[in-house]
Each structure stands twice: as C-alpha cells, then as structure tokens.
C-alpha cells in the first residue's frame, strides 16, 4: 500500500510538471499573433495569458471525464482493467519528454496528444490491448484532431476575408485596420481563457486517473477541487514563463501577421476550443491555432504561407501520438522491474530534460530575441490605402470622387499658372516700356546732339567768310 501511495504522489507531481510544460510549450497558441502586430508587449501578453489560463481552469470539467473516466478503462468491474499508476507515471514521462523535444525544435506540436500518447502506450504495455476504450479514443480524439484545425482553418480564412472586405477603402484615404489590434487584446484574452479551460482539464484527468486506479477515488466522479487548483496555478505558471521559441515560429515562421488577420484567426481559435470542451472533445488547442493562422495567411490577398515551416508543423503532429506512446511504452516496460524500474525511468527521464536544458541554452531565445524576429512583421501593420475595389457601387462613387478632385486639382494649377503668365506678362510690358521710354529719351538726346554739331558747323563756316 505504501508503494501505490509513493507512486500516486509521484504521479501527481510529475503531472504538474507536465501541466507547467504544457503552459509555456501553448502559450504561443494564444498570444503570438498580438505580439506580432504590436497589440501586446511581450510581457504583458504571458502575464494576461497566464491569468486567463488560471481562470479558465475552473470552467469546466467535461474533458477530464474524458481522460479520466473515457479514454482508459480502469474499472474491472464495468469489463475494464486496473491500470496501475506506475504506468500513469511512465506513459507522464513519455508526455514530457516528446513535449520538451519539441519546444527545443520550436515545433508547435500537440501537448495533448504528447498526453494521450504517453499513457496509451504504457497502457497497452502495463494491461494490454483492452485498457483503451478505441471508440473514445477515435470519436473524441482522432476525429478531433484531424476537423478541429481544419474548421478553425477554414472559419479563419472567411472571418479574414470578411474583415478585410468591411474595411476596405476607396478614396485612397487610411482604412484604419490598425484598429484590430485592439480587438486583440480581447479575442487573444478569450483564446487564452479558451485554452486554460481545455487544456488544464487533462492533467486533472491524469490525477483523477490515478487516483481513480489506486482507490482512492471512485470512477467517473468528477476532480477532487485541490487537483484543479493546482492544475490550475501549474499551467498559469508555465504560460507565465513563455515558450519564446514557439512564439517565434507562430509569429512570423507561419506568415505575415498582420492585425485584422491575428484578430479573426484568435476568435476563430478560441470559438472552436470552447465549443469543444462544452462537449468533452480533448483536442489540441496548438493544432487550432496553427490552423487558425495559415487559415488567416490564406484569407489576405497578397500574403504568403510558409508550407515549408507548416509541412514540419504537419509532421510533428504525425508523430506526436507514435513518438510519445514509444516512450510511454519503453518507460511502462521498465517499470515492470518495480521499484529499481521506477527509479531508472526517473533517472532516464531527468538525464533528457537536463539534456535538452542545456541544448537550449546554446541558443538562448527569450522575450528580446524571440521578439525581434517577430516584430519584423510589425512593421508591415500599417495599411495607408488600398486601391483596388471589390465593390462596384463603391467603386463607382469612388471614381466620380477622386475624379472631381482630380479636376479640383487641375483647375487650381490652371489658374495658378495663368496667373503666373499675368504676372509674367505684367513685367515684360512693364520693362518694354521703360526700354521704350529709354530708347526715347536716347533719340532725343541723339537728336538735340545733332543739331549743336550742325550749329556749331555753320558757326565756323561763317566766321571763315
């Protein structure tokens, strides 16, 4: 009994660690996009993420059912199997490990599938085939993952082009798209809070599991309230640290964000997460938002994914349930020895995470790096106009508007330049005048000199006489 005591607290700690990996490895999926445009400070951003992710823990409870009463069945006596928590400890540590090899890669993959994964192989190697409920697993997972990004997509790209279409100008004047990033604050704050609820809810299941397998608890009840609390604190600190290197990647590695764009992706995100946990789907809040933004890139005329960067995004998401499960189950295996197999794979497991630790330092990212690579995208936030129409009724006044000011503009050059000519006029009559009068004044001179030399000939001729 001692063990399964032993092994319950390690379970519960080892969870929390996971819940606070998950925290700062999904802060990115709310809060890179206002980072981008400018909304938010980076700061800022994690603080209020973290807060919202304190509070949306306490929403709901549906997907923790889900995991701990759903996707593993636990109950002998409803036809399931005992899953004993050490293979909860092991399929944890398959979790971890995926999860933090990933952030080290700033590959936005799935926490919650890392999740799934890792208990699902230690299950099926801990009690066999029969401890996963396949139904669930396919219905509220599978099924989830593969719609959820494609509709959020999809919802991102029309909420894109709805925007962009209400804001359009045509007068060659500011269309104030700028506004949008005040609407961020909030639809970032709303996907924040969207994922608090959703994604704390699956470590309080892996708890509830635990306790629900060591009897300590009865199944199908919903978590005990210290267990989401402190899911709850867990997750709002690792969202307070920040995943810089995610951030990153979300930010700019994706495409272009620009403030319309960040803003109906983060409401298209947040919608479909929410919806989701009203009905208990675990999907993956990080799949949502990636989708959410090339959705988003796609929606904006002129802007351009980056399929290169998505097609690794893609990839991880392939190999996150394999990947985690392989070491849930290597991790599961070596916990058949007992208690020298417990203590090899928290050995193992800190010996990776000190690893790829240390990995990370070789190239720190953090809030002034992270976001100096982000904030290049800021700098094409500002739109001063748009030309093209889209509208023909618009498009006509517009025409007749900058055609009358074209006109405008041609007649006051017009005058000015006429009254240029008179001005230019006025002066050239004024100085042909004063050459007139000064050739006169000359002729005259010439003259009155002509007539004193032809008196002054006579005189000398009459004196010669």
Known sequence: MNEIYFLVIAVVVLALFFDFTNGF???????????????????TAVTIAAILNLVGAFISVEVAKTISGGLINEDPSGGGVLIHPGFIFAGLIGAIVWNLLTWLLGLPSSSSHALFGGLIGAA??????????????????IIPAVLAP???????????????????????????????RWGQIVSSSF???????????????????????????EAGTDPQFWVILSCALAIALGTYSGGWRIIRTLGSGLTEVKPAQGFAAEVTSATTVLVSSHFGFALSTTQVASGSIIGSGLGRRGSK?????????????????????????????????????????????????????????????NHENAVSGVAASAKVVKIKKNVKPLEPRRAKKARKVAKARKKEKEAKAAAKLREEMLRTASIEKIEAKKKAKQEKVSASKRDKDDSKKKKSKKKGKGAKK
């Open 25 to 43: 490895h999904d802060t990115a999926n709310a809060m890179a996009t206002p980072i981008a445009t400018g909304a938010l400070k980076p700061k």
């Open 124 to 141: 099926l190697v801990g009690a066999g085939f029969s401890a996963v409920n396949y139904d669930v697993l396919l219905a509220k997972i």
């Open 150 to 180: 494609t509709i959020a997509g999809l919802g991102a790209f029309l909420a894109t082009r709805i925007a962009y279409k209400i804001t359009r100008r045509f007068d060659d004047r500011p269309d104030g798209r700028g506004g949008f």
């Open 191 to 217: 996907l924040a809070l969207s994922h608090g609820t959703n994604d704390a809810q699956k470590v309080m299941g892996v708890i509830t599991l635990a306790l629900v397998s060591a009897g300590m608890q």
């Open 305 to 365: 994914v980056k399929w290169r960067t998505a097609g690794r995004i893609g990839v991880a998401w392939l190999m996150t349930l394999p990947a985690s499960g392989i070491v849930g189950a290597l991790a599961a295996w070596v916990a058949h020895f007992g208690l020298v197999g417990y203590i090899i794979d928290t050995f193992v497991g800190m010996l990776i995470i000190l690893v790829i630790w240390m990995w990370s330092r070789k190239q720190k990212i």
